[in-house]
């Protein structure tokens, strides 16, 4: 049969209640975690087979008839547990500072106006108004007051963009009626520059453009 040495069944048993204490507090241990205690050596003196703890950073030691033990008051490290459940959400935060003014955008504006001009009432349109452009986009509106002194007339009128007709539209005139008002918008690029203008005709003698304006916006890029 095989037997334990005593001394190892005392640190063993010693061991599990110095570990218990020394984690509550009431049993010193020094700054590597380890707690240092005294085994007794069998002999003439009474007692043998105690053990008691030191303060080694205290400067405690053991005596010349007992063994010095030690254990580790930090047990091996355990497996990882489980992952827990998620939590509820937080509370929303505080709303983030106003961030900086940017930079302003790539916007011009051109604008032309043209006064008082006769139609010709030859059918074919003539230009009333234009404008000289730079390279870019642009957002357009043009508007012209008709006024028929004569007969009741029909006239057409047209925005265009280096030729390109952007939109267009007439005005049913009545004889000495006060001035229409008509309206054109577009957009339109130009990889140089270029030209825009209102161009007006009518098949009847007697209609005035009495005012004309065109307004041309640059922006940054055209999105449809």
């Given amino acids: 049969m095989k037997t334990v040495p005593k001394l190892a069944v005392a640190s063993a048993i010693t061991a599990l209640g110095v570990a218990a204490a020394a984690a509550s507090g009431a049993i010193p241990s020094g700054s590597d975690g ?32 007992e063994t010095a033990l030690q254990w580790n008051q930090a047990g091996p490290k355990g497996d990882q547990g489980p992952t827990g459940a998620f939590g509820p959400p937080g509370p929303k935060g505080e709303p983030g500072a106003v961030g900086q003014t940017g930079p302003a955008g790539p916007s ?52 265009k963009l280096n030729g390109t007709v952007l ?29 825009a203008d209102l161009d007006c005709g009518t098949s009847q003698l007697g209609v005035d453009v009495e005012s004309a304006t065109l307004i041309a916006i640059k922006v940054g890029a055209l999105h449809s």
Avoid: M, W
Avoid at 40 to 58: C, F, M, S, Y
Avoid at 174 to 182: H, T
């Fill in 34 to 65: 380890a707690i240092h205690a005294c085994y007794q050596k069998p002999g003439l003196l009474t007692n043998p087979g105690a053990v008691r703890v030191i303060d080694k950073e205290a400067g405690q030691n053991c005596r010349s008839n």
């Fill in 108 to 159: 011009d504006g051109f604008e032309s106006r043209r006064g008082r001009i006769g139609l010709i009432g030859d059918a074919r349109n003539h230009e009333i108004v234009a404008r000289s452009l730079p390279p870019g986009s642009y957002v357009f509106t043009v508007k012209a007051d008709l006024r028929d002194s004569d007969y009741d007339a029909r006239v057409f009128c047209r925005l």
């Fill in 167 to 195: 939109d267009f539209g007439y005005k049913e005139l009545e004889r000495n009626a006060a001035a229409d008002q008509l309206t054109l918008i577009g957009t339109g690029s130009l990889g140089s520059s270029g030209t």
